[in-house]
């Protein structure tokens, strides 16, 4: 017998699905702004754990979390090289 499974679980499965495809190459050396905000939206929205990133791209959890944080307060354009320091020092 088949196991029901709610349709909302099939949709959060496909998307996790579709969000780890769409993340970087674990041999990424440039890390641009569309390809942090990838590795974010993945791990926000649970698709992989903030321990897979860190180990897949060799990023140190403080470096992921500052991603997150620019992220959530400021939009992707806080994760552009240019706009690092503005960011950052802005409460």
């Known amino acids: 017998m088949r196991k029901i499974v709610p349709l909302a679980e099939l949709r959060a499965r496909k998307l996790h699905?579709?969000?780890?495809?769409d993340l970087p190459p674990p041999n990424v050396t440039r890390w641009?702004?569309?390809?942090?905000?990838?590795?974010v939206a993945a791990v926000d929205s649970g698709a992989i754990t903030e321990d897979e990133v860190c180990a897949r791209y060799d990023l140190?959890?403080?470096?992921?979390?500052?991603?997150?944080?620019?992220?959530?307060?400021?939009?992707?354009?806080a994760l552009l090289v240019t706009k690092l320091k503005h960011f950052r020092n802005t409460p």
């Open 17 to 21: 699905e579709r969000m780890r495809k």
């Open 32 to 39: 641009v702004a569309s390809r942090k905000a990838a590795v």
């Open 60 to 77: 140190s959890a403080e470096e992921l979390a500052l991603w997150r944080d620019s992220f959530a307060k400021h939009g992707p354009h």
